[in-house]
């Protein structure tokens, strides 16, 4: 066994020393590979997601994350041919990850048929009709890409959670969160771009190259790196849970599955602790004293989900304890984020200003801080409150969200018995 664990170790201190040099440009990409072409041949998914996780470990923020992941991408060019040799797990024997597998067959299918029409506005002497033909074909087809963004959300919200608890070097997690977040930019700015009119021809193909790059990393990733790690580490009963919470947020490009693989449930495993807690059933209609007032469970649990806002909960530690289910959702939530850090529910371009927030309330500096974005048509605001016990001992953060667009609109005054 020490036998294994030292080439293991060794095997990753190589390929780290490899990435690295391809990253910060110790020496030419053809000496590096000289170097370390038995790294290169040995290369496992494991050792990419160990090396991928010490290089995320210093939070790299703006450019420094921009030349990581261009380091990376080079050098996981250079990995594609032995992390493909690799047997990958049956994934459709596990719902959920087949599932996500499907998904990624289905994108494959989209990209494929949007490639004539990308050939047919490059094409030399191409009229203006064609032009304008092929760039609405283009704009529709990368606008129905969006759908895809389901298949992120349950990775971000459902998959990466799980992940971080049964793997400590997860670091590759926030990394592909920022891929996300770059297709999600990609489709925007191709959409936008065709919709101004007189489109730049140059840019839209450097923003489609950008995004067929991305759309095929990621997926690569995920089949070849990610889930063969994940696949045998997930307990049995968690997955059925991870696919439950699959049909909240909804299915990119597919149908959605039968509800019939929800209907046997396998017992928790001996491994999981459960805590010790009292069902909403076993409270029944014993009251609880909130000192204003004195409400039962299922009255306080439905007065909190009917309000007009998303509200989460995150406790002096750090890690997220609750959040509210109102009829329409602004952002996306999943049962499985309990528990999890609150800077890991976050893409990696706002970890830092989460940190930061958590630490000024944590101090006393800030009691509240609000934020307001658009999200299409609709005008967010975004609310954190700092919470205190009556000794003044920090006890956690409130997130408050509300769509205020038809607030902003409000004039004059309408009385209740108007």
Same mark, same amino acid.
């Given at each position: 066994?020490?036998?294994?664990?030292?080439?293991?170790?060794?095997?990753?201190? *190589?390929?780290?020393?490899?990435?690295?040099?391809?990253?910060?440009?110790?020496?030419?990409?053809?000496?590096?590979?000289?170097?370390? #072409?038995?790294?290169?041949?040995?290369?496992?998914?494991?050792? &990419?997601?160990?090396?991928?996780?010490?290089?995320?470990?210093?939070?790299?923020? *703006?450019?420094?994350? +921009?030349?990581?992941?261009?380091?990376?991408?080079?050098?996981? $060019?250079?990995?594609?041919?032995?992390?493909?040799?690799?047997?990958?797990?049956?994934?459709?024997?596990? !719902?959920?990850?087949?599932?996500?597998?499907?998904?990624?067959?289905?994108?494959? #299918?989209?990209?494929?048929?949007?490639?004539?029409?990308?050939?047919?506005?490059?094409?030399?002497?191409?009229?203006?009709?064609?032009?304008?033909?092929?760039?609405?074909?283009?704009?529709?087809?990368?606008?129905?890409?969006?759908?895809?963004?389901?298949?992120?959300?349950?990775?971000?919200?459902?998959?990466?959670?799980?992940?971080?608890?049964?793997?400590?070097?997860?670091?590759?997690?926030?990394?592909?969160?920022? +891929?996300?977040?770059?297709?999600?930019?990609?489709?925007?700015?191709?959409?936008?771009?065709?919709?101004?009119? $007189?489109?730049?021809?140059?840019?839209?193909?450097?923003?489609?190259?950008?995004?067929?790059?991305?759309? +095929?990393?990621?997926?690569?990733?995920?089949?070849?790196?990610?889930?063969?790690?994940?696949?045998?580490?997930?307990?049995?009963?968690?997955?059925?849970?991870?696919?439950?919470?699959?049909?909240?947020?909804?299915?990119?490009?597919?149908? !959605?599955?039968?509800?019939?693989?929800?209907?046997?449930?396998?017992?928790?495993?001996?491994?999981?602790?459960?805590?010790?807690?009292?069902?909403?059933?076993?409270?029944?209609?014993?009251?609880?004293?909130?000192?204003?007032?004195?409400?039962?469970?299922?009255?306080?649990?439905?007065?909190? $989900?009917?309000?007009?806002?998303?509200?989460?909960?995150?406790?002096?530690?750090?890690?997220?304890?609750?959040?509210?289910?109102?009829?329409?959702?602004?952002?996306?939530?999943?049962?499985?984020?309990?528990?999890?850090?609150?800077?890991?529910?976050?893409?990696?371009?706002?970890?830092? &200003?989460?940190?930061?927030?958590?630490?000024?309330?944590?101090?006393?500096?800030?009691?509240?801080?609000?934020?307001?974005?658009?999200?299409?048509?609709?005008?967010?605001?975004?609310?954190?409150?700092?919470?205190?016990?009556?000794?003044?001992?920090?006890? *956690?953060?409130?997130?408050?969200?509300?769509?205020?667009?038809?607030?902003?609109?409000?004039?004059?005054?309408?009385?209740?018995?108007?």
């Amino acid at each position: 066994m020490s036998e294994f664990i030292n080439n293991t170790q060794k095997r990753i201190a *190589g390929l780290e020393a490899f990435i690295r040099g391809i990253i910060f440009q110790r020496e030419k990409g053809a000496e590096l590979i000289k170097t370390y #072409e038995e790294v290169i041949a040995a290369v496992k998914p494991f050792d &990419v997601m160990v090396v991928v996780h010490k290089l995320m470990e210093d939070n790299p923020q *703006g450019d420094e994350l +921009y030349l990581l992941k261009k380091g990376i991408n080079r050098s996981l $060019n250079m990995l594609y041919k032995g992390l493909v040799s690799q047997p990958i797990p049956d994934y459709e024997t596990k !719902p959920f990850f087949g599932i996500l597998q499907q998904e990624n067959n289905e994108l494959n #299918e989209r990209l494929i048929a949007l490639r004539p029409f990308i050939k047919a506005f490059n094409e030399k002497n191409a009229d203006e009709q064609k032009i304008q033909s092929a760039l609405n074909e283009i704009r529709n087809r990368v606008e129905a890409l969006q759908e895809f963004n389901l298949h992120y959300i349950k990775k971000e919200n459902i998959l990466f959670p799980v992940v971080e608890k049964v793997l400590k070097e997860y670091g590759c997690l926030p990394m592909m969160w920022s +891929y996300h977040d770059d297709i999600r930019n990609f489709i925007k700015d191709t959409v936008q771009i065709i919709d101004q009119g $007189n489109t730049d021809l140059k840019k839209l193909n450097r923003l489609l190259g950008d995004l067929y790059f991305n759309m +095929y990393t990621i997926r690569f990733r995920e089949e070849y790196i990610l889930f063969p790690v994940i696949f045998d580490m997930i307990q049995e009963d968690e997955l059925h849970d991870m696919l439950e919470q699959s049909f909240d947020v909804g299915f990119a490009f597919i149908s !959605p599955p039968s509800e019939k693989l929800l209907a046997k449930k396998p017992g928790k495993s001996n491994s999981q602790k459960e805590e010790t807690l009292l069902s909403q059933e076993e409270l029944g209609d014993r009251l609880l004293d909130f000192g204003t007032g004195k409400l039962t469970i299922q009255q306080a649990v439905m007065m909190l $989900n009917h309000l007009p806002v998303d509200v989460t909960f995150v406790d002096e530690n750090d890690q997220v304890r609750y959040f509210s289910t109102p009829g329409d959702r602004i952002f996306p939530r999943s049962k499985a984020i309990i528990g999890r850090l609150v800077e890991n529910c976050h893409p990696p371009s706002s970890v830092h &200003v989460v940190k930061e927030l958590v630490d000024a309330f944590r101090s006393g500096k800030k009691q509240k801080e609000s934020f307001w974005i658009q999200m299409g048509n609709k005008f967010i605001l975004i609310q954190y409150f700092a919470l205190h016990d009556e000794e003044g001992r920090f006890r *956690g953060t409130l997130e408050v969200s509300q769509d205020v667009t038809d607030i902003r609109k409000l004039e004059g005054e309408k009385r209740l018995m108007d």
